[in-house]
């Protein structure tokens, strides 16, 4: 069974700088895409960054492109989202997902992705 545990979240003053992770269990890594989505309250959910295991290739969103950067590490089994520059409007709920797109163009999709963490708190003040 492929679960998903994040950790990381908190409240950061906006400038500052959060490191969010995203512990990975039941899952063949081969072919996967290992993405962060991130929801606001009464908004969609939004893509913010994936990046391809196996290869190590990485895609952001253009609202964080810049400032977040999406990494992994094979042996903790891990991703993570370095997140600096904070702003107030990155303030969300941000989920981690693990899914098989088989183009890039769905990377930032979410109906990609098959199986997702239950999420954690962002919150940037002003």
């Known amino acids: 069974q492929v679960q998903l545990v994040e950790s990381g979240g908190g409240l950061v003053q906006a400038g500052g700088s959060l490191t969010l992770s995203c512990a990975v269990s039941?899952?063949?890594?081969?072919?996967?895409?290992m993405a962060w989505f991130r929801q606001a309250p009464g908004k969609e959910r939004e893509f913010v960054a994936a990046?391809?295991?196996?290869?190590?290739?990485?895609y952001y969103a253009s609202s964080v492109k810049g400032r977040f950067t999406i990494s992994r590490d094979n042996a903790k089994n891990t991703v993570y989202l370095q997140m600096n520059s904070l702003k107030p409007e990155d303030t969300a709920v941000y989920y981690c997902a693990a899914g098989r797109p088989s183009l890039s163009a769905m990377y930032s999709y979410w109906g990609s992705y098959s199986t997702w963490g239950q999420g954690t708190q962002v919150t940037v003040s002003s």
């Open positions: 990046i391809r295991w196996t290869a190590g290739s990485t």
């Open positions: 039941g899952l063949i890594f081969n072919s996967y895409v």
